[in-house]
């Protein structure tokens, strides 16, 4: 079965650093690419960015270029999503998610709440 | 950030047939195929429509998609409460090296 297991909620301060992951189990996790979504509070989804494991080749939007970094450890299948300094408008649900047919997100995790305040 | 447009609410009384309508461009749903996400409260999305019109396996076929030049729809039929969601429409789209594109989201409320 294919499951994609996020890290636990997050509390912190703005101008803080942070990484969060997203471990995949279930398949080979080197063959898919696995993209990051973020959901504002009551807000719709935005595609971040995604990362093939097996290089490393990753992609950003450029609403999110510079501002987030994606990586991946293929050793211990799990991609991460980091911040260097942390703002209020990062509060927000992201879920990380694999791409497969039609270049669809098929699998997603269950999210992980970042929120950001002082 | 939405390149693709959706009515941002539709709704319909059980068993009702409900179409939701996603417009985009030459460069996302021209030029790619569509994807629909179906977001139940407090939940992770979960694909619905695959490649304009491919249900995964597990999703009901009263769930149909389909794709004209720019523009694509999401047809449920014979409603159900438990279809009571948002839905997302998605595309890559060609422009900038190539980006994942949302739609901006449909509510969808059974009455």
């Known amino acids: 079965e294919v499951q994609l297991v996020q890290s636990g909620a997050e509390v912190k301060k703005p101008g803080e650093s942070l990484k969060i992951s997203c471990k995949g189990s279930?398949?080979?996790?080197?063959?898919?690419?696995i993209g990051w979504v973020r959901q504002m509070p009551g807000k719709g989804l935005e595609w971040m960015g995604i990362?093939?494991?097996?290089?490393?080749?990753?992609r950003y939007s450029p609403s999110f270029q510079g501002q987030v970094a994606i990586s991946a450890d293929k050793s211990i299948s799990t991609a991460y999503l980091q911040w260097s300094s942390l703002k209020a408008s990062d509060t927000a649900m992201y879920y990380c998610?694999?791409?497969?047919?039609?270049?669809?997100?098929?699998?997603w995790g269950q999210g992980t709440l970042v929120t950001v305040s002082s | 950030q939405s390149v693709l447009t959706q009515p941002p609410s539709a709704s319909g009384t059980p068993g009702q047939r409900v179409t939701i309508s996603c417009s985009g461009s030459?460069?996302?749903?021209?030029?790619?195929?569509v994807n629909w996400y179906q977001q139940l409260p407090g939940t992770a999305p979960k694909l619905l429509i695959y490649s304009n019109n491919h249900r995964p396996s597990g999703v009901p076929d009263r769930f149909s998609g389909s794709k004209s030049g720019t523009s694509a729809s999401l047809a449920i039929s014979g409603l159900q409460s438990e279809d009571e969601a948002d839905y997302y429409c998605a595309a890559w789209d060609d422009s900038l090296k190539g980006l994942y594109v949302f739609g901006t989201g449909t509510k969808v409320t059974v009455l």
């Open positions: 998610a694999r791409q497969g047919q039609g270049g669809a997100l098929g699998y």
């Open positions: 030459s460069s996302n749903i021209g030029s790619n195929t």
């Open positions: 990362i093939y494991p097996a290089d490393s080749d990753t």
């Open positions: 279930g398949y080979s996790f080197t063959s898919y690419w």
